[in-house]
Nanobody, 125 residues
């Protein structure tokens, strides 16, 4: 069974930075993509960023483009989300996902097979 463990969340002032990590363990797949989603109170979980197996393709939500960077270290089975210029509206629980579909946009919630427990990010104004 695959386990995803997120870390790096916390409280930061607007304009600050945080780096989230998500380590995968358990069953390994030949090909998988990973992504970050977030869910604010009273809102649905939304796509933030995704990266393919080789790290050559990345996608970002418009709201974070230019401020967030997703990367991965396959040797460590870990994906990262560097978040800069944080805004109060970035406040949410951030979830790491792992998907194994052969064909996927990597941006759809239903395209992910495994999820982490989430890590809280709070940005104060």
């Amino acid at each position: 069974q695959v386990q995803l463990i997120e870390s790096g969340g916390g409280l930061v002032q607007a304009g600050g930075s945080l780096r989230l990590s998500c380590a995968a363990s358990g069953h390994t797949f030949t090909y998988y993509y990973m992504g970050w989603f977030r869910q604010a109170p009273g809102k649905e979980r939304e796509f933030v960023a995704a990266i393919n197996r080789s790290g050559t393709t990345t996608y970002y939500a418009d709201s974070v483009k230019g401020r967030f960077t997703i990367s991965r270290d396959n040797a460590k089975n870990t994906v990262y989300l560097q978040m800069n210029s944080l805004k109060p509206e970035d406040t949410a629980v951030y979830y790491c996902g792992l998907g194994v579909r052969t064909f996927a946009t990597m941006r759809g919630l239903g395209e992910y097979n495994y999820w982490g427990q989430g890590t809280q990010v709070t940005v104060s104004s």
